[in-house]
């Protein structure tokens, strides 16, 4: 069976808790008012025999039965008495009124007792002192009372004081839940996170709760979730480099038995073209022989690109102006281009930028990505290159009218071997991203806002000054 939650548990205790402060609170103070109510109902009571024993002490002395009945009439006009007795000390009925009645009542009796006075002077009324000292009591008065008024009245408190009861302990029941579920919700909260992130979303962050308890617990599980994304980020991205350690390893040994197997071969090759060119007839052309060159010069250069990339050369760091490297460097790019359709426009400022670096790896790499831009154009169009100084780094910026990368290809066009083209080897932006990671500095790629071709932005540090 499943156990009970801390909600369930919280709410469950609560409920204990004010029901049985609820019935205990409310047997004592139904219990309170019941005595205090009857007790204020037998004292009016008790009163009203007192009075009326008091008034009919003359009529008992003088035998006044009609002054008598008349004082048991005026008592019986109170709501609760149904019967009024007068008698004197031989217990003989002197006065009395009822009214019919199937109630339920009690009786109560009060003595009439006669007023005694030590001052009297004079010989008749001290005898008449004298005859009755030894005798006070003279008569009684007899009343009886219904007890249906005030057991109902009881009742009808009795019921409103536990509908009350009811009313305000369902209340805090309501209350209680409330302020345990704003207890709990968090708590439910984080475990329904750990939950996921035990699935693998390290993504995902707890909102704080209002409480400061749980909103400290909230923040510190959303460190926790930062400090293992950040340590995944990190395992993932040494694995990266692990693997492209290992990936240049590999590299580095095929490398030599391409240098040997293949490159040795293709040289040869090459040279019996061209002994075969020579016995071509004169004027005519051989379509043949031309595709044979042109596959030959395509794997002579897979192959410089490939032993390129996987022994790349340490830089020599020299103190180079960065723009006119560059400026120096455009124009001897646009000779290789062959006379093809593209024209490059550049904007690189007079200014010297000066910075520590290798002009001859750092223009191999910049003319890759030209190379690249040219390609993205079909060879036509136009190559934009813009450069300057800004907050200490040298920043230049390659763009093309191509069709742009696509958004999923955004993040390995410097994975090498990766390339979109067949005709493409995929190390040229890979050995750009090295040569320029080795200078300190960064390259990155972004698609245009109008849609029409991407940018290359390259970025590296100025040498700092005196």
Not at 6 to 14: Q, T
Not at 101 to 107: A, L, P, Q, V
Not at 215 to 229: G, Q, T, V
Request: glycine share 8%; net charge negative; with cysteine.
């Amino acid at each position: 069976m499943k156990r009970f939650g801390i909600h369930y548990r919280l709410l469950m205790a609560g409920i204990l808790m004010i029901g049985a402060s609820t019935l205990t609170l409310g047997y004592i103070g139904v219990n309170i008012t019941h005595e205090f109510v009857r007790e204020r109902f037998e004292n009016r009571i008790r009163f009203l025999a007192k009075y009326l024993a008091l008034n009919a002490e003359l009529g008992i002395l003088i035998d006044e039965r009609p002054m008598l009945e008349s004082l048991a009439e005026n008592l019986l006009s109170e709501k609760d008495v149904i019967r009024v007795m007068i008698m004197n000390d031989q217990e003989e009925c002197l006065a009395e009124v009822a009214r019919g009645s199937d109630e339920r009542f009690k009786t109560l009796e009060a003595p009439v007792l006669l007023k005694q006075n030590e001052n009297l002077e004079n010989p008749f009324r001290q005898q008449f002192r004298t005859d009755y000292a030894r005798k006070t009591l003279i008569g009684k008065v007899r009343i009886d009372y219904s007890i249906e008024g005030i057991t109902g009245l009881l009742t009808t408190m009795k019921v409103r004081f536990l509908w009350w009861s009811g009313i305000l302990a369902l209340l805090s029941v309501l209350f209680f839940y409330f302020i345990s579920r704003s207890i709990v919700s968090p708590l439910t909260q984080l475990v329904d996170a750990a939950r996921e992130v035990a699935d693998g979303n390290l993504s995902l962050r707890v909102r704080p709760g209002s409480l400061p308890e749980t909103r400290e617990l909230a923040l510190s599980f959303n460190a926790m979730l930062d400090s293992l994304e950040k340590s995944g980020e990190a395992l993932e991205a040494a694995n990266r480099e692990m693997v492209k350690q290992k990936t240049l390893a590999e590299m580095g040994k095929f490398s030599m038995i391409i240098a040997h197997e293949i490159k040795n071969p293709l040289g040869i090759i090459k040279s019996s073209i061209d002994l075969l060119k020579n016995d071509v007839a004169q004027g005519g052309d051989n379509l043949m022989i031309q595709y044979v060159e042109d596959e030959i010069r395509r794997l002579n250069r897979l192959i410089e690109e490939f032993l390129l990339f996987s022994k790349p050369a340490m830089p020599n760091f020299r103190e180079v102006d960065l723009n006119g490297m560059l400026q120096e460097g455009i124009p001897r790019f646009e000779i290789q281009l062959n006379g093809c359709e593209t024209r490059i426009s550049s904007e690189v400022p007079e200014t010297p930028c000066q910075a520590k670096g290798d002009p001859d790896l750092l223009m191999r790499a910049i003319g890759n990505v030209l190379k690249n831009a040219v390609e993205a154009n079909d060879r036509k169009g136009v190559v934009s290159v813009a450069a300057g100084c800004r907050d200490g780094r040298w920043v230049l910026e390659i763009g093309d009218q191509g069709s742009g990368i696509r958004p999923e290809d955004l993040g390995r066009i410097f994975e090498p071997f990766f390339t979109t083209r067949s005709q493409g080897t995929g190390l040229g932006l890979a050995y750009a991203s090295q040569v320029i990671a080795n200078h300190d500095g960064s390259i990155a790629a972004e698609n245009r806002s109008s849609g029409s071709g991407a940018v290359f932005t390259i970025e590296l540090p100025l040498e700092e000054g005196p």
